[in-house]
């Protein structure tokens, strides 16, 4: 039990060293996430919808 206590009071000496970020910080870290996961996602559509139809030729081409 007495390991568990020290465990526990490291624990807290080690998140009061912790340098957490700001509000303002989070909500910017966020924002560029968010668009950059719309920019990623609307990069691979494109790819998509250009190389489908292009398979699908060659698909009825080898049949």
Same mark, same amino acid.
Request: proline share 3%; with cysteine; hydrophobic share 50%.
């Given at each position: 039990? +007495?390991? /568990?206590? +020290?465990?526990?009071?490291?624990?807290?000496?080690? /998140?009061?060293?912790?340098?957490? #970020? %700001?509000?303002?910080?989070?909500?910017?870290?966020? &924002? &560029?996430?968010?668009? /950059? %996961?719309?920019?990623?996602? &609307?990069?691979?559509?494109?790819?998509?919808? /250009?190389?489908? #139809?292009?398979?699908?030729?060659?698909?009825?081409?080898? +049949?």
């Amino acid at each position: 039990m +007495q390991k /568990l206590i +020290q465990y526990l009071k490291d624990v807290r000496t080690e /998140l009061a060293k912790v340098s957490w #970020p %700001s509000r303002s910080e989070v909500s910017g870290a966020t &924002l &560029l996430v968010v668009v /950059l %996961s719309i920019v990623v996602s &609307l990069y691979i559509f494109a790819c998509d919808s /250009l190389i489908n #139809p292009i398979i699908g030729v060659i698909l009825r081409f080898n +049949q």
